[in-house]
């Protein structure tokens, strides 16, 4: 009787182990094994660093015990890590064989074990030590009154070794502290690529000593200096983290050439004389900064010999502040106007044989390889530099699709046939406000080309894009996370890892926890939403946001003009993100009624339609004293006047017409206003 | 019958008209005029500057524009203001006569007139402009579908003319996105004046370029570089606010100590040597950095010529970053423990004829006085400076009160009757948690006590003080804010202004516009129940952080040593402030029942004890999968048990003896559980 009595109580505790499958780890490791047991978290709880790795473990574990006592309340006793082999007898044993390189091909693996009273990890460098705290962060668990790891046994290592984030600064300035705040996101989700844009049409974002005219003309004042650059590149090398660093020429010139409108390739020709004789001149354009959105003509005159002198002064200044060894230089979206226009840019052409724009913008391309390479950088652009003359060293940014007419990541093939190495971002463009699967299942590797293994090797892996037109510090971390997380999934776990309910569970707990980073992405819904029912109950607009999404791709700002730069962005569509909550449940429960139409599935849309005549109710409420609350009112009168057609119907109580239901329906399907689109439309059209 | 529809259209109109009682103004004005009539917001709202200012107040009104712009959704057209008489026909026109001098004594006053169709400000300086133009912003009113400001004429300049905060950034290090946003705060409320306390046992925080052990040794790698330092300065400049530096010296000195050992007061006595002769010698002490909270006994070594040289090199290298007139150095809380126990230190006592340790430190004191001056600064340090030897020209702050055992804020009155200028920091201390009230209704000005026009023009005003032991940067918004701007009113606005109800009222919207500035306080807290809460539902929880109130004064952390500076401070403590919302509510229902023991009267009580008995219910539901919860149980516990028998009672049905009643609502007493309090406890033992 006592033996059973035991086994039964082995029977519970066994029957409470968590299952690999219930494990919030994002991206999931190359192998996880569960077992059972656990290791307790208790104040004693300690880490010991062995090996030979440099100081940024020690400021990676002290931030790790930080997150773990702040989410766990436990006060430990361990408050800093210093040194080496500090505290020997610790519970946690970290050794790392080597110092981490910042930069591709590193040896990011680690191996995780967890027992019931220790726990090691083992990575060949830093890096990988530093990614193996953040899955331990991940597998956290708790029950009532206590927070444990289970014991388990993980092996990871990255699929590809470029997995990067780049954040436009040049549109909406983005200071420093958001910048700090997503290289934290980005280590946590083991990214170690930060590709920072810093330079467009709208403002030039670097301190120049000796191009000051830069900052002074052409920055609006917003900037970051050299030394928080240089901060930024120690706090990114700390979180293991490559900097990759973006000026953008010879189109999208309108900062530059708003400093230095002598390089520019705009030709404006003066007449003047008397009406016997014609004197007709050239002057140099003037140029300003750019407050709108889209591609525009300012381009950096490739015949210019000054051109060259001032590039090559710029990147004397800028190299040296980025260690690493890529520098991108921009080279998209330049569509020649100015210098089809330009009779000095047309004479050059012929003179050097070249025989379009795009050859033009090869050859200005090529006089910049140099200029990197005196220090130590590999150019880098978007796909528009690659041509026949490119540099096989040049490493060619994958980005267009359908959107600019052509076949998604093509570029991306091509270059590694031709020899390029290259990075997809096409497909990871998560500022156009795609649902988080069309960029969870966009793999780097293409499917059905043939590519040799060589060929394979090429393609370094992939970055997101964050530009930011309508985006504010307030608003990027929504726009970012945790979408984010599932392009790193992809980026960093196998090939075969492609669940996308998995993804999106487990996203949910992620997102939550990168929180503690302090991102802002859920938090400042909030603010929004107050700002919006000034300062009345926010519930109803809140349960609205879970049915509206921005609109997508470039539909909110039709032709840029709509925002400026300086426009608000504090609006409803700012509230709301892509894969509104709702939504996806409706959805859940059209197909489950649609299958079976027993008492409770239709219990379960007649309980949606409820709460969105509710909410229209609600929200009508709220606008009488909230002016930003009206032009949300039209969106949810059609939901609401929908929902009571469907509760009719599905009552077989209506005598509405399936033309007249169809209407209603469609009329859910407008894009006319708050910049929001009725999320659940496609849900309510099955139903008809 | 026409003119009959005009004239009730009229009477329409003007009964919508704002009273000026409504407006939520704070600080509130010296002079405060509305009539009938509106402006109305438009895309066209353009401004105008004129007069003598400088580029000060073109970054003043381009943020005020965004401000307004966002709040409103409006898309103006204005994107910056960038000279002067940019837009003559402007709506709204400013003229300052001359640039704004930063620090004490310049003409801050302003003149806002708003017609229906044109506003002004007139301002002597462009500092009393951006006061102006806050003002405008807090005067915005709206209807269901627009916004607009009223007719008015208001007329104001400050009371006193230091308004300041300071803020702790030495123990629990506070980074400068944190500063940036509280400056925009302290503008936004007319203050004037950020003391930032940069040193002290727990860290030292400027980066010094000749005395880099200071920042190697004694910062953890958290400090201010002279760049960001410089930064702040420029940006608290363009906000009107002049920046006091303090570094904390004799006392407070384990920072500076664990970089220079060799200048600190502490003697250790060496004795070696054999049986038959005794060598005795004394050593350096070593130092560290602190990490409990309290007060400590290293101090630097006032007999020492090195500890001179060394503060004067420092000084040297710190005064030129703040162009301020006004220096702190620190000055209290030496015990003088070290100097008693070193010989040395004792014979140069003797030798100078100094009495006590008091006098001893009037002497460190002014020996520092003319490092300063050299820099064109005057000193300034707490109250314990304050000695028959100090020089005239010294500030003295004052801070001690019943806590410390003297009368509140008698060294106010002791320096003006002496001749030293005084700034009032007793009562002011924000960091222990006290209701609004209490800081609000604190005057720098002296009740009872006779004082000259003279003695009166010495004390020129007062500061709130945040110290750090228990704050973090996600939570100081939330300790500084709102009650920081009710203490701001009590600075500017007149002394009659005392009516708590109405501040109250003001506050609570002043607090949300408080968001726009990108202050955390509301948006944080979410963010800490949401951990607590292991991402389930944080309704119950917030809904408790109702009644709770962190523990007061100095109780949260006994003897200092239950919390390091590494604590985890993200506990349910964290997320409740002062003035629990509910606990006013209910002493509010209270009242009103034992005034009268009406249904109504009584519903209202029955409908918090049934919201508690819920709460606890819920908040044993949330635990289940919420270790952090547990903490919090005892208490709701406690608050469910009285409520029930209040309920009881309340019907007549209760066989509870008083006795009993009493003593459920004493357990409501407790201080012992999850660092709270149940802020209804005396409205409670009201009802016995």
Redesign the interface.
Known sequence: MKYLFVLLLAGVTAGAQIKKEQLNLMPWPQSVVVNDGNFSLTKNFKVNITGNPNSRIF?GVTRF??RL???????FEQ??VTKLNEVPNAELQINCAKVGKIGLYEDESYHLDIKSNKITINASSDLGALHGLETLLQILQ??????YFPVSQISDFPRFTWRGLMIDASRHFQ???VIKRNLDGLAAMKMNVFHWHLVDDQGWRIEMKKHPKLIELAS??LYY?Q??IK?IVKYADERGILIVPEIDVPGHGSAILTAYPEIGSKVITLTGGTSEKNIKGTAIATYGIE?NAGIFTPTLDPSNPKTYQILSEIFDEVCPLFPGAYFHIGGDENEGKDWDANPKIQEFKKKHNLKTNHELQTYFTMQLAPMLKKHGKQLMGWEEILTKDLSKEAIVHSWRGPNEGVVAGQSLVDAVKKGYKTVLSNGFYIDLMYPVTSHYLNDPMPKGVNLSTEEKARILGGEATMWTELVTPLTIDSRLWPRTAAIAERLWSAEDVTDVDSMRRRL??VS?RL??LGL?H???K??IL??IS??QNVEVLDEFTNVCEPLKGYTRNKNGTEY????????FADACTPDAKDALRFDEAVNQYLASKTPENKAKLTAFFNKWISLNKGLIEL??????V?PILPLSKRLSDVSQAFLSVLDNKSSLKATELNKLVEECNTKDHADVELAVYSSLKKLI
């Not at 400026?564 to 609006?571: A, E, G, N, R, V």
């Not at 606008?623 to 930003?628: H, K, M, Y």
């Open positions: 400021g015990l930080r006592d702040d989410r766990t309340g436990i006060f408050g800093f708790n029950n009532s009154n206590s927070f200071p420093i502290d609006d004042g200096t030394e928080e901060n407050r949910e707990t939550f929180e503690e802002t859920i938090r400042n909030a603010v107050r700002n000034n300062n400026q730069m300086y426009s608000p962005l504090t609006l606008s009488t004293n909230a002016p930003l009206q």
